[in-house]
């Protein structure tokens, strides 16, 4: 006779509990009505606040009276950390759904089939589109990251592998880039190299600004990356007779794969939404324009900048579409970083 065993999880919720907390959560809504009702509280914030603190105040009673004062006071502490969980998600989902609100009249199937060479902000919304933001912004952020991606990896890994004596003066640079404001590197750029070289706008020069943005970012997480890298590995690698380099190449980098994919979405997230610097060198043009180093090239926060910048009703819809078509590409970005970080550590 075979025995199954169902595998036990103590620690979920049974039905049971499942049903009072709804039950708890559906008295505590029912009493903020009332409260707001009865009281001269207004608005979202005192529904917000009052419901927050009916909850509490019910699931302590109710714990205490069931389990004792100990579990009372362990209800209190799940619901200031599950309401602290609920106000840190609630301004994300309320930026999501007030973009899309505000910019779903903009969003149709030719927004990214078309440019606008032959339209302008003001047009009807079914005219025009995207294609060439979304050209330029996929040409800058390509050129930055050819740029970045070795000088950060390489950085990294001096910093983990070398340590040598320039060590602490780099990781010092490091930080300190990591908070340098965008408009910065856009200025660096003009005045280092437009005025006195090129004495024009293109995407090359725009994606030279990302890029002093970009290194950081990859430089730290691929530090923190291999810094995980148990030091066997490398204990194993060189005891086989493999030198540092080979070690480094053939051991510790495919061991940090994943992390260092991750490394670079996270790089490519951060300057994707960059404003300043493109308004800055790249001249925003309205048509699709393949070569960087010739001519304005345009870009998603160029293209929300302009239309917001017009203010009519159809332009400011524009830049509403636009922004939440760049939130939904840094959103899959951050998705893609995190998926592939829970895979690197499984």
Not at 227 to 233: A, D, N, Q
Request: no cysteine; aromatic share 10%.
């Amino acid at each position: 006779m075979t025995i199954i065993v169902k595998p036990e999880k103590p620690w979920a919720s049974s039905p049971k509990q499942r049903a009072i907390s709804a039950g708890i959560i559906v008295l505590a809504l029912m009493s903020t009505y009332l409260v707001v009702l009865l009281t001269p509280m207004k608005g979202k914030l005192a529904y917000g606040l009052v419901f927050f603190l009916l909850f509490i105040l019910f699931d302590f009673i109710y714990h205490t009276r069931l389990y004792g004062f100990r579990s009372g006071k362990d209800a209190i502490a799940r619901g200031v950390v599950a309401s602290g969980i609920v106000f840190a998600t609630l301004p994300i989902f309320s930026i999501l759904i007030t973009v899309f609100i505000r910019g779903r009249r903009g969003l149709y199937w030719g927004l990214f089939s078309n440019d606008m060479k032959a339209n302008s902000v003001n047009d009807p919304l079914n005219q025009g589109g995207l294609v060439h933001a979304l050209t330029g912004t996929f040409i800058l952020v390509t050129i930055a990251l050819i740029i970045s991606l070795p000088i950060g990896i390489l950085t990294a890994l001096y910093l983990t592998e070398i340590r040598g004596r320039f060590s602490g003066p780099i990781k010092f640079l490091v930080q300190a880039m990591s908070g340098v404001p965008s408009i910065v590197a856009g200025l660096f750029i003009l005045a280092a190299i437009v005025y006195p070289i090129t004495k024009s706008y293109s995407g090359f020069m725009g994606s030279l600004a990302l890029t002093i943005l970009m290194i950081p970012t990859i430089a730290r997480t691929s530090e923190e990356v291999l810094l995980l890298i148990p030091g066997e590995l490398r204990e194993a690698g060189l005891a086989l007779g493999g030198t540092q380099w080979r070690t480094v190449a053939m051991v510790v980098v495919p061991a940090a794969k994943s992390g260092l994919v991750t490394a670079v979405i996270l790089g490519i997230a951060r300057v994707a939404g960059e404003t300043a610097p493109i308004i800055l060198l790249t001249g925003g043009g309205d048509r699709v324009n393949p070569n960087p180093f010739n001519g304005p090239m345009g870009s998603l926060p160029f293209y929300i900048w302009k239309s917001f910048s017009v203010g009519t009703e159809e332009s400011v819809t524009r830049a509403w579409a636009g922004i939440f078509v760049l939130l939904m590409i840094v959103l899959v970005l951050f998705v893609s970083a995190r998926f592939l970080s829970e895979r690197g550590k499984s």
